[in-house]
């Protein structure tokens, strides 16, 4: 049977711990990393746009990043072994 450890800091394991932690973690960014962060939330926010807009319309073609997405993997060819 598994113990419990016990260097658990259990403040961090509720909604506000959580947040608390987040928010300690982000004040300790460089300016940089900062500038890095919004430009990928930019890009998450876009996408989960396009993806609501294709939803509506019912577009699913692979010519939109959702579309693409749906498709399957291509099958894996080795290099001339």
């Known amino acids: 049977?598994?113990?419990?450890?016990?260097?658990?800091?259990?403040?961090?394991?509720?909604?506000?711990?959580?947040?608390?932690?987040?928010?300690?973690?982000?004040?300790a960014f460089t300016l940089r990393e900062r500038m890095q962060s919004l430009e990928d939330m930019a890009e998450v926010a876009e996408r989960f746009r396009q993806m609501r807009e294709a939803a509506k319309s019912g577009a699913t073609g692979a010519g939109t990043p959702e579309g693409a997405a749906r498709q399957p993997p291509a099958a894996y060819e080795p290099d001339g072994e």
């Open 1 to 27: 049977m598994s113990r419990i450890p016990d260097d658990i800091d259990w403040t961090l394991t509720t909604w506000e711990g959580v947040r608390r932690e987040q928010l300690r973690r982000a004040a």
